[in-house]
């Protein structure tokens, strides 16, 4: 049956578009950070109906199917189990289309372009697309894992974006809803179905997208806080008064400061004396430096803040020479340098989380003393990397910690702070087994539904959502 | 049976959650503008538990229940057919929880709490929810409808600032996803099924929004353009360089202008020389004007505008006292008076906007001469309303031309500019039949089968989508 259904493949798509030599399978069979599994070949159709034509000769040889974008996502959906058995359906080839109007300030795009490639098409004409995100996805992945990125305070996340997609049902079905349309309240808004869903529903071929008006300028500025709290003051400060110009509010925990500056010669540290907190704050505005000087704005805002009352702050920086990125983009990195880890991507409502952050660390302290919390993330949006480190070797059963930990981490996030155990990462095998504890029935009845009707046999994707 | 489960429904709600007298129904029995029909009962649950109770005994008879909030929708999705056997499920006493938390920018909110006053409860710490309407519906209803408005350029529509609901399915099932999540990507975001699904799914009885900073000040200009491309010049100039700031961006044709000048005596003529278009542009921001000084910004932009070549703009006029959103606020009532008249609301691709009215235009030159265009609408989102007007009494078969005429220009909108046939007001009886006639099969089916789990027996809401 195998070489029967390659065989079908090659004719359907030419030589080019299957790989099935084990050389040319390796890089499709190993996911950015988890995943790793065999593949049985690899397609890589160069238009949607190739996109079809792949899943009705699987879908007839009843053979399962995992979607692959840039392979860059975090909880391995991407990539094929170790059964050997999955087709991965790589896009990489369809990516022709970039179809950019101007005046309607949309661009409806092939599901295999880079963003990248998009923004660089995009930025001829002063736009980008403006989720972004520390790696180059495709945008048919980035609409399956609905990515948020670092700029969500301001222009939202790809489901905010998003008007219209192209997708391939598993039986090779193409539904079409690939309109600029920004109001268009007809009943079920079905494209939502596609977002976030790890490629369970349909392959995303094609997505219409608003994009934005690129910022003339930015500033930064770096705010050390002495505590959780003095962060909220922070956020509610900046974000009434600044509330248009907030493009990112992102928080630093001393641990995960301290890594970088450990590892990363390059990045000085701006604080004589290290806060609790290091916040991150950006705001960006399409006018120019003649008619609105964002920088005195910060400083200003910033400064009315400091001289109030118990504030909590005790340094703000001004940033330059963008430094204070290079600081926050390197945090992830450092911290795998600095020892061993389990990772967190969690959210909560911003209200709560010092709270939660500090209920973890209690916890730590009281069952795990030998390890520790390095905690990052996108404050603004709830959003919270409480990333739990050891030193290398200190541990004997590793896997038996990450799984405590991930057991008792997830679960006070989710029962005891209405969170969730995903916050922008989205669902895959890496972490089926929480959402298999943690979604409520009704979702997964849901679920089993909706892929009655997109994928009957259930051969697409690698995550179990029913 | 009737009185049976009249009797249940009263065991349950109480005397006061019932009404049955006719003279009592008939504020339940009709719409705002279309929609009349007959009630069986009204059922006025207070309680989440209250809304479960009612669809749980409405189930069991297998009586049909049609969800109705302000009653202020536009499609008649809110009241009952004719046949007298549908029981109105009035979320009207839904009406006490504004759970505010300010740290997080958010509030959960009863299904039944008017728009009107949750924005009281919110102003008092300077927040809003920026989903501005004409009329004064429930949030409940306004998820349901998925209410975009005059802002939404800005702040976009429901669907974009809804962070979790409560819903009750049709046999009383609850289904709480009521958390505070900015990021939360797992796997399906089912809550995008009860948003705009005018309540065929579920009844949304309680909704966690995010809501936002209210602007320190507002700038407002209007400007003539003397055609559709100079009108879509303005937009791209204004939101290249004013994206942050850019509330609004409403264009009233001329003869919708002229309507107003005609029936609203107060209402002053702003053009000496009435141009093809009226382009209302709204700047507003939360920073104070000692800060930023809107006016001045807005005048610039527009003065740089104008001096540019074949600009097509003939006025700039800057509005001192808010009388530009007098006019636009009074095109609705001032059309109605003018004569009879089919009202669309529909939408396109910005850039296809003069296009499409061309194209409406000629239509009806060539087959209806004796008929006019008055449009109007919010470019600035790609939504326009192509009102027809006839003088009163001028046309003997009214109902055949507006049946006509619907046709005609759906058909033009969907067919032939990929747009939609319902830009914010959703879908109802009131225009069933094109939702039957443009809606693709695929989405059809997706339809039945969450129906399936959400209402097998298909007894809710006043719309058939599957």
């Known amino acids: ?111 295999g372009v880079l963003l990248s490639t998009l923004n660089e098409a995009l930025a001829e004409h002063g736009y980008w697309f403006p989720v972004d995100l520390g790696a180059d996805p495709q945008i048919g992945g980035m609409v399956a894992t609905n990515t948020g990125g670092t700029r969500l305070l301001k222009y939202g996340d790809v489901r905010h974006n998003l008007l219209g997609v192209e997708v391939v049902l598993a039986d090779g079905r193409v539904v079409s809803q690939l309109n600029r349309l920004r109001k268009n309240n007809t009943g079920l808004d079905s494209k939502q179905l596609f977002v976030g869903t790890a490629g369970a529903f349909g392959v995303v071929t094609r997505a219409a997208l608003a994009v934005a008006p690129k910022p003339a300028q930015t500033a930064t500025a770096l705010i050390g806080c002495r505590d959780g709290a003095a962060v909220l003051e922070l956020l509610g400060a900046v974000e009434q008064g600044l509330a248009d110009f907030l493009s990112a509010f992102e928080v630093m925990g001393a641990a995960a400061m301290d890594a970088v500056f450990r590892h990363q010669q390059a990045v000085r540290r701006p604080f004589d004396e290290a806060p609790a907190y290091g916040v991150l704050v950006e705001l960006a505005t399409t006018l120019p430096a003649g008619v609105v000087d964002l920088d005195e704005i910060l400083v200003a805002r910033l400064g009315a803040h400091m001289r109030a009352a118990k504030a909590g702050v005790s340094d703000v ?48 302290c009281e069952h795990h003393p030998r390890v520790w919390l390095c905690d990052y993330g996108h404050w603004g949006d709830g959003g919270s990397h409480l990333n739990v480190l ?70 697409l994707g690698n995550v179990q959502l029913g």
Request: aromatic letters at 6%; a negative charge.
């Open 1 to 111: 049956m195998t070489d029967a259904m390659v065989g079908d493949l090659v004719a359907a798509l030419g030589e080019r578009g299957v790989l099935s030599e084990a050389g040319d399978l390796a890089r499709y069979e190993q996911g950015w950070r988890y995943g790793h599994g065999r593949a049985r070949c690899v397609a890589r159709p160069s238009t949607t109906e190739g996109v079809a034509a792949t899943l009705r000769i699987c879908s007839d040889a009843g053979v399962r199917v995992v979607p692959q974008g840039a392979n860059t996502g975090l909880v391995a959906a991407s990539t094929p189990d170790q059964s050997g058995a999955m087709v991965v359906l790589s896009l990489e080839r369809l990516n022709q289309t970039i179809d950019l109007d101007v005046e309607d300030r949309t661009v409806v795009v092939d599901g």
């Open 317 to 364: 920086l001004l940033d330059a020479s963008d430094d204070f990125w290079q600081l926050r983009h390197h945090v992830s990195e450092s911290l795998r340098s600095d020892g061993e880890m389990v990772a967190f991507d969690v959210s909560v409502a911003r209200s709560r989380l010092p709270a939660l952050t500090e209920r973890v660390r209690a916890y730590l």
């Open 390 to 459: 050891w030193s290398r070797g200190d541990v004997a059963d590793v896997a038996g910690l990450k799984a405590t930990l991930q057991e008792a981490v997830y679960t006070m996030v989710v029962r005891e702070f209405d969170g969730s155990f995903s916050a922008e990462h989205g669902v895959g095998p890496h972490n089926q087994r929480f959402y298999d504890a943690f979604t409520d029935d009704a979702v997964k009845q849901l679920c089993r539904s909706v892929g009655s009707v997109c994928d009957p046999r259930g051969l």
